[in-house]
């Protein structure tokens, strides 16, 4: 915590000051007490003593107090905010392998519904834009806010959507590129603070050599987080004979490596879940100071107003 006034923490003492002379105000009482000898009488005339809660009030405006200074000297804390213009593109592998039921109900399956978790956690003002890529690489979604657009492109990704077989995870970086490129009339001279999150199970099989694709992403400046979805054990079922389909992550993981973004491996959806939840605490965010004394000053009020009601309470009481 840093304060931009901190000088003004020294009214604290006033506050100390104030309880050590409570304190010493409450003994002096309590001495006076001792003096009065008859206790018989001092039952009937003060049947019910004074009990801890006549301390309350004290205490709250005591603590209303140190918050209120604290407040006065300015603090301030490092606050995650959105960036302005902030673009986020989701590309999502659909090839045949995607079909493998070691992930419950599949790969695809479960990728689409947590890539619709995923875009629903992002702010609202995200622009937010969805790539299909197998063999070559689509924009079903342009980037934009229209989170239902989005849900309905999710909806919509499928084994063979993009009319060719293969993975092209280079492609698949490129297109998102161009998205990025394209998401209004300022972005080709001043880019928005964009992030690519890429799904796949497999290595690059067709298209852009993907280290290619991850320098172009480096020189717009734009991370590219890649997720490496399923197990060694996959498998898809052609014409009822399996076809071994084991996870593959070591393209991905240069990718990731090569632009800055992030390398994530799961192999089910929960784990999956999880890796999107870490991401989306990341993208699109950037870290400023600001002035966090309304906190200190809104706490000290609520705190103010409990002792202003245990005074009434306390005080108001009949004999």
Same mark, same amino acid.
């Given at each position: 915590?840093?304060? #931009?006034?901190?000088?003004?923490?020294?009214?604290?003492?006033?506050?100390?000051?104030?309880?050590?002379?409570?304190?010493?105000?409450?003994?002096?009482?309590? @001495?006076?007490?001792?003096?009065?000898?008859?206790?018989?009488?001092?039952?009937?005339?003060?049947?019910?003593?004074?009990?801890?809660?006549?301390?309350?009030?004290?205490?709250?405006?005591?603590?209303?107090? $140190?918050?209120?200074?604290?407040?006065?000297? @300015?603090?301030?804390?490092?606050? @995650?905010?959105? =960036?302005?213009?902030?673009?986020?593109?989701?590309?999502?592998?659909?090839?045949?392998?995607?079909?493998?039921?070691?992930?419950?109900?599949?790969?695809?399956?479960?990728?689409?519904?947590?890539?619709?978790?995923?875009?629903?956690?992002?702010?609202?003002?995200?622009?937010?834009?969805?790539?299909?890529?197998?063999?070559? $690489?689509?924009?079903?979604?342009?980037?934009?806010?229209?989170?239902?657009?989005?849900?309905?492109?999710?909806?919509? #990704?499928?084994?063979?959507?993009?009319?060719?077989?293969?993975?092209?995870?280079?492609?698949?970086?490129?297109?998102?590129?161009? /998205?990025?490129?394209?998401?209004?009339?300022?972005?080709?001279?001043?880019?928005?603070?964009?992030?690519?999150?890429?799904?796949?199970?497999?290595?690059?099989?067709?298209?852009?050599?993907?280290?290619?694709?991850?320098?172009?992403?480096?020189? /717009?400046?734009?991370?590219?987080?890649?997720?490496?979805?399923?197990?060694?054990?996959?498998?898809?079922?052609?014409?009822?004979?399996?076809?071994?389909?084991?996870?593959?992550?070591?393209? #991905?993981? /240069?990718?990731?490596?090569?632009?800055?973004?992030?390398?994530?491996?799961?192999?089910?959806?929960?784990?999956?879940?999880?890796?999107?939840?870490?991401?989306?605490?990341?993208?699109?965010? @950037?870290?400023?100071?600001?002035?966090?004394? $309304?906190?200190?000053?809104?706490?000290?009020?609520?705190?103010?107003?409990?002792?202003?009601?245990?005074?009434?309470?306390?005080?108001? =009481?009949?004999?």
């Amino acid at each position: 915590m840093i304060w #931009l006034s901190p000088a003004r923490l020294w009214l604290l003492l006033g506050v100390l000051a104030l309880v050590v002379g409570y304190l010493m105000m409450q003994r002096r009482r309590s @001495r006076y007490a001792v003096r009065f000898t008859n206790l018989r009488l001092l039952d009937r005339i003060a049947p019910q003593r004074p009990a801890w809660r006549r301390h309350v009030p004290a205490g709250l405006f005591l603590a209303m107090l $140190a918050l209120l200074v604290v407040g006065f000297a @300015r603090p301030t804390a490092e606050v @995650r905010v959105p =960036r302005e213009r902030a673009t986020v593109m989701v590309a999502v592998d659909v090839s045949t392998s995607m079909l493998a039921t070691d992930v419950d109900p599949d790969r695809l399956a479960a990728a689409k519904g947590a890539a619709r978790k995923f875009v629903d956690g992002l702010p609202d003002e995200f622009n937010v834009g969805l790539v299909a890529f197998a063999g070559s $690489a689509a924009v079903l979604v342009p980037p934009g806010t229209d989170r239902e657009a989005l849900h309905d492109g999710v909806q919509r #990704l499928a084994e063979g959507i993009t009319g060719v077989q293969g993975t092209a995870i280079g492609e698949a970086i490129s297109t998102s590129l161009g /998205a990025v490129k394209g998401l209004d009339s300022e972005a080709a001279k001043a880019p928005p603070p964009a992030r690519i999150v890429l799904l796949s199970d497999g290595a690059n099989t067709s298209g852009m050599d993907p280290m290619e694709a991850a320098a172009a992403a480096v020189a /717009a400046k734009v991370p590219v987080h890649t997720i490496s979805f399923g197990t060694p054990g996959g498998f898809v079922d052609r014409g009822g004979r399996p076809i071994q389909v084991p996870v593959d992550g070591q393209t #991905l993981h /240069a990718v990731a490596e090569e632009t800055g973004g992030m390398f994530h491996e799961a192999s089910t959806i929960e784990e999956l879940k999880a890796v999107y939840d870490d991401i989306g605490t990341s993208v699109g965010y @950037r870290t400023e100071r600001q002035d966090v004394s $309304a906190r200190f000053i809104g706490l000290g009020l609520v705190f103010a107003m409990g002792a202003a009601a245990g005074s009434m309470r306390w005080f108001s =009481r009949l004999p």
